[in-house]
């Protein structure tokens, strides 16, 4: 004699049947309708909650600013963002080997001192001054588009502390 389902409420689940509260791995629950949309506790407003933005050593929080020297109030802060970071362009060394090598050969070697590489160098420094407090960070450029990610995060700081 088999025994009843207690998990056949109606609604299609996928894989084997599941203790309510109890989902198997890979499978969603009970009355999850195939695991779409999963609910999540909602997120706490204000107090120490979750940081909302890193910039170097900066983290903004709801209504605070953590650094190491202590913490600053998030209202009426002011951001400023420095770029000290240069792009050079020049032609690698092979490349003048290889024109030299192939301009014995054919002219067409000439071709190779065309050839450039941009590197990066230096780091972007952002600065907060709020409640009294002052604080410098800086961070490390990685390419030309860095300054322009860093603005953004500072930009986005900017309009939290009004």
């Known amino acids: 004699m088999s025994e009843p389902n207690p998990y056949a409420d109606g609604e299609y ?5 599941q203790p309510q509260g109890m989902p198997g791995y890979g499978y969603p629950g009970a009355g999850a309708g195939y695991g779409y949309p999963q609910h999540y506790p909602p997120v706490p407003v204000g107090g ?3 940081p909302l ?7 903004v929080l709801p209504d605070s600013i953590l650094t190491p ?3 600053m109030p998030l209202k009426g802060a002011v ?6 970071s240069r792009t050079e362009e020049k032609i690698p060394t092979h490349a003048i080997v290889l024109a030299v090598v192939f301009a014995v050969f054919c002219l067409l070697g000439l071709l190779f001192l065309l050839m450039k590489e941009k590197t990066t160098t230096g780091f972007i420094q952002v600065t907060v ?12 450029a990685t390419g030309p588009q860095t300054f322009a990610m ?13």
């Open 13 to 17: 689940t996928w894989g084997p049947a």
């Open 48 to 50: 120490a909650g979750a």
């Open 53 to 59: 933005l890193s910039i170097g050593d900066i983290t």
């Open 69 to 71: 020297a202590g913490p």
């Open 79 to 84: 951001w400023n963002a420095t770029d000290m």
């Open 129 to 140: 001054t709020s409640g009294g407090r002052h604080h410098s960070t800086v961070v490390p």
């Open 150 to 162: 860093v603005m953004g995060q500072v930009n986005y700081a900017r309009s939290l502390s009004v």
